[in-house]
C-alpha cells in the first residue's frame, strides 16, 4: 500500500526495545517537525485554500500527537531528551534540485512529506506487531492509521497541484532514491534511523 522500495528489516525492533527511552524523544520531534512542515505550508503557499484548511487540521492533530507522544515519556518517569539530527531527513531534501516554479516547489515538498509520512507508517507498524510492551504496542498501531492518512493526503495534494503524469513519475523515482537511503539506516533507535 505504502509503496517503499526496501521494508525495514524487522530487526530495527530490536534495537528500539534496548532503549525506548530514546525512541520515544525521536517520535516526540518528529511529531513537532511535522507540525512546523504544516505551519510552514501554510505560510508559503496560502493561496492554495484547500491545502491550508488541511494543513489546519494536520497542525492541531500532529501537535496531539506530540502531546500523546509527551505525555508516554512523562508516565515512564522520563523527561523530554533534546532533538537530534535526522539524517534520514536530510538525505532525502537533496533529491529535487532547489528553484523552479512555485507549483513545482509545492510539488516537492509535497511528495517529501508523503515520503516521510509513508516510512513512519512503515515504521509503526513494525513496533505495533514487534514490540513486547503491549501497551506501547497499541499506541502505535493506533498513530499507524493517522500515518497512512497523511502519506495519501499529502500524496493526493501533488497530484492535484501538479501535472499527475509528472508527479507519478517524480513520486517513482523519489522512492528508488529513498530505498538507497533506508538500506544504510535502521541501525538506532530513531524513527527513521
Not at 108 to 130: D, G, M, N
Amino acid at each position: 500500500m505504502l509503496g517503499l522500495k526496501l521494508p525495514t528489516d524487522p530487526r530495527w525492533v530490536n534495537i528500539v526495545e534496548k532503549n525506548i527511552e530514546e525512541i520515544l524523544t525521536d517520535h516526540a520531534f518528529c511529531e513537532q517537525k511535522a507540525t512546523s512542515t504544516a505551519i510552514s505550508l501554510i505560510v508559503s503557499f496560502p493561496e492554495y485554500t484547500e491545502l491550508v484548511q488541511e494543513m489546519v487540521a494536520l497542525v492541531k492533530e500532529e501537535i496531539s500527537h506530540f502531546k500523546m507522544v509527551h505525555d508516554k515519556i512523562l508516565e515512564r518517569g522520563w523527561i523530554l531528551g533534546r532533538d537530534r539530527r535526522d539524517d534520514y531527513v536530510i538525505e532525502l531534501l537533496k533529491f529535487f534540485p532547489k528553484g523552479g516554479s512555485r507549483t513545482t516547489q509545492l510539488v516537492h515538498r509535497l511528495l517529501y512529506a508523503a515520503l516521510i509520512e509513508a516510512r513512519s507508517c512503515e515504521r509503526f507498524r513494525l513496533l505495533s506487531e514487534e514490540l513486547e510492551d503491549k501497551e506501547l504496542a497499541t499506541f502505535y498501531r493506533n498513530l499507524m492509521v493517522s500515518e497512512a492518512n497523511h502519506y495519501t493526503m499529502f500524496l493526493g495534494f501533488a497530484r492535484k497541484y501538479g501535472n499527475k503524469k509528472e508527479v507519478d513519475t517524480k513520486w517513482q523515482q523519489l522512492l528508488e532514491y529513498e530505498s538507497k537511503i533506508i538500506s544504510n539506516l535502521g541501525t538506532s533507535e530513531a524513527i527513521h534511523g
